[in-house]
């Protein structure tokens, strides 16, 4: 799972098989974003599951949200190579500070056909 | 079209130099911040500016100072330049309001420092 000083994990996985990527976050949050960023762009939130939700559905992404354990998980159903991208987790410390979310190192996803 | 402009995409600066990120969004957001990714760190929250104000700043060198001209402008100055400065540096913005906000980052500014 992705955080703090772990290097950047990656994943290789085929076309059509599903995949879940892990995230633990040390500090509180009320929100944990989820971004891709395509290489050579700018990461982009793709689903964003808040504390009173356990779980999150848009599309093929499938968010969870453990808070008494600090943990997230993105989960992709039938991914396609569309989805080759670096994914990241974020949290937000909501009104302390708007704005700053503190980001994991991030899963690099490679799908092949 | 983009609706978070960031000039220039690459720039390569001379140790010791001075350059200026420029950033402009089109989304209608009041709130803009300065994020910067390295080889080394994780994407790492530099500054948030609400109504052209300065809200936070996590940065701990006053070599980068933000500059914003406009509602929609918030530039990057960068003085003094290093090695270690090298990195991309992503501007972004959203509505300002509580937790849950959905950041919209611009394609970065890759910086390299000779």
């Known amino acids: 799972s992705q955080w703090g000083e772990e290097n950047l994990q990656a994943l290789s996985i085929q076309e059509g098989e599903d995949v879940t990527m892990n995230c633990s976050y040390k500090t509180y949050t009320t929100v944990v974003h989820w971004y891709r960023q395509d290489s050579g762009r700018g990461p982009a939130l793709i689903i964003l599951i808040r504390s009173n939700e356990r779980e999150k559905r848009s599309g093929r992404l499938r968010a969870t949200l453990d808070t008494s354990s600090q943990s997230s998980s993105l989960s992709i159903t039938a991914a396609q190579c569309e989805d080759t991208a670096v994914y990241f987790c974020?949290?937000?410390?909501?009104?302390?500070?708007?704005?700053?979310?503190?980001f994991g190192r991030g899963t690099r996803l490679q799908v092949y056909a | 079209d983009p609706k978070i402009i960031q000039k220039p995409k690459y720039l390569v600066a001379v140790t010791g130099s001075e350059k200026i990120l420029i950033c402009e969004q089109y989304?209608?957001?009041?709130?803009m911040y300065w994020y910067r990714q390295s080889a080394k760190k994780p994407l790492e929250f530099m500054f948030s500016y609400s109504y052209q104000k300065l809200m936070d700043n996590q940065t701990a060198s006053s070599r980068f100072q933000p500059q914003s001209s406009k509602k929609n402008h918030l530039d990057l100055q960068i003085t003094a330049l290093k090695p270690d400065d090298s990195a991309t540096y992503f501007c972004?913005?959203?509505?300002?309001?509580?937790?849950?906000?959905?950041?919209?980052f611009g394609e970065g500014s890759r910086l390299i420092v000779v």
């Open positions: 972004a913005s959203s509505h300002y309001r509580n937790s849950g906000n959905t950041l919209y």
């Open positions: 974020a949290t937000d410390r909501g009104t302390q500070v708007v704005g700053q979310l503190t």
């Open positions: 989304l209608g957001h009041n709130a």
